[in-house]
């Protein structure tokens, strides 16, 4: 690294998008990985799909309770 860095000709905000879509990571426990891992294999779709069926379907359940 240097000792000095120039910023005489930086931008402020250059690349600031106030609409950037922020993906957060979730992480699950091993077990809940490896069950879902497998249920997604044997039904051949992606994890990502089959866990956020599984959301879509909970989330329906919990605004139908309300």
Do not use: W
Not at 25 to 46: C, I, M, R
């Amino acid at each position: 690294m240097r000792e000095e860095y120039d910023f005489s000709k930086g931008e402020r905000g250059k690349f600031f998008n106030p609409n950037a879509k922020k993906n957060l990571p979730v992480y699950l426990e091993a077990e809940v990985l490896d069950y879902f891992s497998e249920k997604a294999k044997a039904k051949g779709v992606e994890l990502n799909t089959l866990v956020n069926d599984l959301l879509k379907k909970d989330i329906a359940l919990i605004e139908g309770v309300k």
